[in-house]
């Protein structure tokens, strides 16, 4: 289990906050790591639909840049099972649970309504489980 790993099945999310910090940073070489924030937004925000760059959106979802950024390269990630790693975030972890809509996704997304620290969080998780289950002719439990 990676260091952003939620830890669901245990019934807590460990805390991932920590101070943004504006980009570029020059250390890190070429790629998006240079790009100042505004240059970031624009490079998240032009990508194609079938853009493969996951690898990429990860990285900037461990980086330390602003939510808004981690937030924008969330949306752009192709497979929203990369986005687990990341549902301590409570500006990731609402993408995350959006985004979850098979059958396979029940079991996390009730995982996640209970056991996430933040609001947002868990009322995307339940919001998205009921809309899941509805639409799969399954009774939602009466917790939800």
């Known amino acids: 289990m990676s260091e952003h790993s939620p830890a669901v099945s245990e019934g807590h999310l460990p805390e991932?906050?920590?101070?943004?910090k504006p980009g570029p940073d020059a250390a890190r070489g070429s790629?998006?790591?240079g790009f100042d924030d505004d240059a970031l937004l624009a490079w998240l925000q032009s990508l194609p639909e079938d853009h493969g760059m996951d690898a990429q959106l990860v990285e900037i979802l461990s980086s330390d840049r602003h939510f808004y950024?981690?937030?924008?390269a969330a949306l752009s990630v192709q497979d929203p099972d990369q986005l687990?790693?990341?549902?301590?975030?409570r500006h990731v972890g609402q993408i995350l649970a959006r985004r979850l809509s098979r059958s396979e996704d029940i079991g996390y997304l009730s995982a996640l309504v209970q056991a996430s620290r933040h609001l947002e969080v868990?009322?995307?998780a339940?919001?998205?489980?009921?809309?899941?289950?509805?639409?799969?002719?399954?009774?939602?439990?009466?917790w939800l």
């Open 31 to 33: 790629s998006w790591r």
């Open 122 to 124: 868990r009322r995307a």
């Open 126 to 142: 339940r919001a998205q489980l009921s809309s899941l289950l509805t639409r799969l002719g399954a009774t939602p439990p009466e």
């Open 84 to 89: 687990k790693a990341f549902a301590d975030d």
């Open 16 to 20: 991932r906050r920590q101070p943004w």
């Open 69 to 72: 950024l981690r937030q924008t």
